[in-house]
């Protein structure tokens, strides 16, 4: 019997330390200091004439299974928050979901302290319908031209990015600086899991949208 439990342990252990090790990342750029001049939300959704695409998780995300040319269309913004709507195809139809953003606040720190931000850096986000589970969202890093990573705080134990390029930048992927920090602050052990939702067969003049899911 001994024997068994001394055999057994070494697996419940290893498997253990590998499940709670793949979730976690550096989140610490998440709330420091020099990086909140980065973390302004409202400032990152102010990019028109552009817009995003979705460009892909660091995690299986099953809200997206089977879509592709995921991109948003905003229809109102404010410092506040922000209306807009999720545009995909799916199955070969173009389709679309419609949501309401507030914007919100975290804490950052400094000097160990925390302190209350000036700007915004996240967003809770729900379908107009109430269809979906709201969704929260923190800014990690925007240059506030070509790129944006957000964590997905309901993906993996909170652990979950995602990265948004805008038309300008997805064709050629995640400029340098972007990519250097999706590495630092997501792949440490998501590195092997990039998810793609886009792709460059995506054109926007191309989702021609036939019906809207609110």
């Not at 299986?60 to 709507?85: A, I």
């Not at 914007?103 to 967003?123: A, C």
Request: glycine share 4%; aromatic share 16%; hydrophobic share 30%.
């Amino acid at each position: 019997m001994h024997l068994l439990v001394f055999a057994v342990t070494p697996f419940i252990t290893a498997v253990l330390a590998k499940s709670y090790s793949l979730h976690y990342e550096e989140n610490r750029i998440d709330a420091e200091s020099e990086y909140v001049q980065y973390q302004d939300i409202y400032k990152a959704f102010n990019i028109a004439p552009d817009f995003y695409w979705l460009f892909g998780f660091n995690f299986h995300s099953r809200h997206t299974e089977n879509k592709s040319c995921v991109y948003f269309d905003v229809e109102t913004l404010n410092e506040e928050g922000m209306n807009y709507s999720s545009n995909f195809i799916r199955y070969g139809t173009s389709d679309k979901i419609e949501y309401i953003g507030q914007f919100y606040s975290t804490t950052y720190k400094n000097m160990s302290v925390d302190q209350k931000r000036d700007k915004h850096n996240s967003l809770y986000a729900r379908t107009k319908s109430g269809t979906w589970v709201p969704m929260n969202y923190t800014l990690i890093y925007s240059d506030y031209q070509n790129c944006s990573i957000f964590r997905v705080l309901q993906a993996e134990s909170g652990y979950g990015c995602m990265v948004l390029l805008t038309n300008a930048a997805a064709y050629t992927g995640m400029p340098n600086a972007c990519k250097q920090l999706y590495k630092n602050a997501c792949a440490k052990y998501h590195h092997d899991k990039f998810e793609n939702v886009f792709n460059n067969t995506c054109h926007r003049t191309n989702l021609n949208v036939s019906h809207c899911r609110k």
